[in-house]
């Protein structure tokens, strides 16, 4: 393109250097003035049509060189993008080939659970035949025994089977005076009741009630019963002064409706508490959260005396909670729901310490669909932010975790934290919530929690 522009521009001079050589050359008189002026504006015009076109090409390639860029800052875009689905696509794969790996490894034991099945019904069947061969030779014997009495009905008795018919007589004659004494103590319990009845319904008709109801309860006996094992040696749970002990005993009175309800434990004044009535039993809630409406990043008096609204989420209070475990033995429950609800619990028998003790608190756990997370047979202190005694160590745990629990050096679980939705992140903040954490494993951030006190009694251990 240079080479046609240079050669446009030249051609005419050699061309007018040509004319004027080939008029040098033969002696006539040189061409008129007019011509050469008609050529000057010829190369005028061709120059500047030159100009022009040049002018036209240092566009184009300005546009060009623009358009270059743009392609090449998208082929640098598009190799930025190739590169991080490269990268994607190797994590899929390495995800892919772990997936793999698990489900080798889950095949495998589904394998060794398939052939362990077979074997544990292989082995059922070898005793359900080994149990049928037992029953016949027992039967075998029994037919032998009942033809040797018919056969031999005077044959005397050996001394060892004499005397220990005579143990067994003498023992039965025992049992039997126990029961006549238990049956006549109980009519005395039952007389005694009829006369506490008729006496209250006169206290009821005179204006000295108060202090009649002082000689009373003087004279009032409790029935006596066989107490169970344990680190409680108090009384059974029973009406105080006609006011129910705690919910166990309003379902007893015949209560079957969940709401709140007035109870007075021994020794104690009377005050409200919410009671959970269920198909065989009743329980008395002591902590309750769903929704986080309540904050209980609360004072330590605020924790001893309880706080919120028993109708919604509420702490009933670590003083009530002594009182009502103080007068029997009592199971512990705990309700978790996650965020997907899931729901688990776990039941613990337990102890609570006085509040000298900072209401100490020891499990045994009996029952769970769960795996544990609170620490067995240790002795738990309830501690929080302006009152921490759980731990030794230089920061406080129930500040930098919020809510007051029993900690035991700044533990792993805590149900009375923030409430903290799922979409939080971070371990730290994980641990301000509210969680559940098993000691192998992640935290699980719990939607609602629910804690629940029943006493102990016979007749949930038949």
């Given at each position: 393109?240079?080479?046609?522009?240079?050669?446009l521009?030249?051609?005419?001079?050699?061309?007018?250097?040509?004319?004027?050589?080939?008029?040098?050359?033969?002696?006539?008189?040189?061409?008129?003035?007019?011509?050469?002026?008609?050529?000057?504006?010829?190369?005028?015009?061709?120059?500047?049509?030159?100009?022009?076109?040049?002018?036209g090409?240092?566009?184009?390639?300005?546009?060009?060189?623009?358009?270059?860029?743009?392609?090449?800052?998208?082929?640098?875009?598009?190799?930025?993008?190739?590169?991080?689905?490269?990268?994607?696509?190797?994590?899929?794969?390495?995800?892919?080939?772990?997936?793999?790996?698990?489900?080798s490894?889950l095949?495998?034991?589904?394998?060794?659970?398939?052939?362990?099945?077979?074997?544990?019904?292989?082995?059922?069947?070898?005793?359900?035949?080994?149990?049928?061969?037992?029953?016949?030779?027992?039967?075998?014997?029994?037919?032998?025994?009942?033809?040797?009495?018919?056969?031999?009905?005077?044959?005397?008795?050996?001394?060892?089977?004499?005397?220990?018919?005579?143990?067994?007589?003498?023992?039965?004659?025992?049992?039997?005076?126990?029961?006549?004494?238990?049956?006549?103590?109980?009519?005395?319990?039952?007389?005694?009741?009829?006369q506490?009845?008729?006496?209250?319904?006169?206290?009821?008709?005179?204006?000295?009630?108060?202090?009649?109801?002082?000689?009373?309860?003087?004279?009032?006996?409790?029935?006596?019963?066989?107490?169970?094992?344990?680190?409680?040696?108090?009384?059974p749970?029973?009406?105080?002064?006609?006011?129910?002990?705690?919910?166990?005993?309003?379902?007893?009175?015949?209560?079957?409706?969940?709401?709140?309800?007035s109870?007075?434990?021994?020794?104690?004044?009377?005050?409200?508490?919410?009671?959970?009535?269920?198909?065989?039993?009743?329980?008395?809630?002591?902590?309750n959260?769903?929704?986080?409406?309540?904050?209980?990043?609360q004072?330590?008096?605020?924790?001893?005396?309880?706080?919120?609204?028993?109708?919604?989420?509420?702490?009933?209070?670590?003083?009530?909670?002594?009182?009502?475990?103080?007068?029997?033995?009592?199971?512990?429950?705990?309700?978790?729901?996650?965020?997907?609800?899931?729901?688990?619990?776990?039941?613990?028998?337990?102890?609570?310490?006085?509040?000298?003790?900072?209401y100490?608190?020891?499990?045994?756990?009996?029952?769970?669909?769960?795996?544990?997370?609170?620490?067995?047979?240790?002795?738990?202190?309830?501690?929080?932010?302006?009152?921490?005694?759980?731990?030794?160590?230089?920061?406080?745990?129930?500040?930098?975790?919020?809510?007051?629990?029993?900690?035991?050096?700044c533990?792993?679980?805590?149900?009375?934290g923030?409430?903290?939705?799922?979409?939080?992140?971070?371990?730290?903040?994980?641990?301000?919530?509210?969680?559940?954490?098993?000691?192998k494993?992640?935290?699980?951030?719990?939607?609602?929690?629910?804690?629940?006190?029943?006493?102990?009694?016979?007749?949930?251990?038949?």
């Amino acid at each position: 393109m240079k080479i046609a522009l240079v050669f446009l521009f030249i051609a005419p001079f050699a061309i007018s250097s040509r004319t004027n050589k080939d008029y040098s050359s033969f002696d006539s008189a040189p061409p008129e003035p007019n011509s050469r002026f008609a050529m000057l504006d010829d190369v005028r015009i061709l120059a500047n049509g030159l100009l022009q076109l040049g002018h036209g090409l240092k566009d184009f390639v300005h546009k060009t060189k623009g358009q270059m860029n743009d392609i090449f800052q998208k082929l640098n875009i598009f190799d930025k993008s190739f590169y991080e689905l490269s990268l994607q696509t190797n994590e899929i794969k390495v995800e892919e080939e772990e997936l793999r790996k698990t489900t080798s490894r889950l095949q495998a034991n589904n394998e060794e659970i398939r052939n362990i099945s077979l074997e544990l019904n292989s082995k059922i069947e070898d005793l359900l035949q080994d149990k049928i061969q037992l029953q016949e030779k027992v039967g075998g014997l029994e037919e032998k025994v009942i033809k040797l009495v018919h056969i031999q009905p005077e044959v005397q008795e050996p001394k060892e089977m004499t005397s220990l018919k005579n143990f067994v007589q003498q023992q039965d004659n025992h049992i039997r005076q126990l029961l006549k004494v238990v049956q006549e103590q109980h009519a005395q319990l039952d007389k005694q009741h009829n006369q506490i009845k008729e006496l209250e319904e006169k206290l009821s008709n005179t204006s000295f009630q108060e202090n009649t109801e002082s000689s009373l309860s003087l004279k009032q006996t409790e029935p006596k019963i066989i107490p169970l094992p344990s680190h409680n040696s108090t009384a059974p749970v029973q009406e105080f002064n006609g006011v129910a002990t705690d919910c166990t005993a309003l379902y007893k009175r015949g209560e079957r409706t969940s709401g709140i309800y007035s109870i007075k434990p021994n020794g104690s004044e009377a005050f409200n508490v919410y009671c959970e009535m269920k198909s065989d039993s009743s329980w008395t809630v002591i902590q309750n959260r769903f929704d986080g409406s309540l904050d209980f990043n609360q004072t330590w008096e605020s924790y001893a005396n309880g706080f919120g609204d028993l109708k919604g989420e509420f702490w009933l209070g670590l003083a009530k909670l002594y009182s009502i475990a103080n007068q029997a033995d009592y199971i512990l429950r705990i309700e978790l729901k996650d965020w997907k609800d899931n729901k688990r619990y776990v039941e613990y028998t337990f102890t609570l310490g006085s509040p000298e003790t900072d209401y100490t608190l020891h499990l045994s756990e009996i029952s769970a669909n769960i795996p544990n997370a609170l620490p067995e047979q240790t002795k738990l202190r309830f501690s929080l932010m302006d009152h921490d005694n759980a731990t030794k160590r230089d920061f406080n745990c129930p500040e930098r975790y919020s809510g007051g629990w029993w900690h035991r050096a700044c533990g792993e679980t805590n149900l009375n934290g923030k409430y903290i939705k799922p979409r939080s992140e971070g371990k730290l903040e994980r641990r301000r919530g509210i969680y559940w954490k098993p000691p192998k494993g992640r935290f699980y951030l719990i939607k609602s929690t629910k804690l629940m006190i029943h006493p102990t009694d016979l007749e949930s251990f038949e």
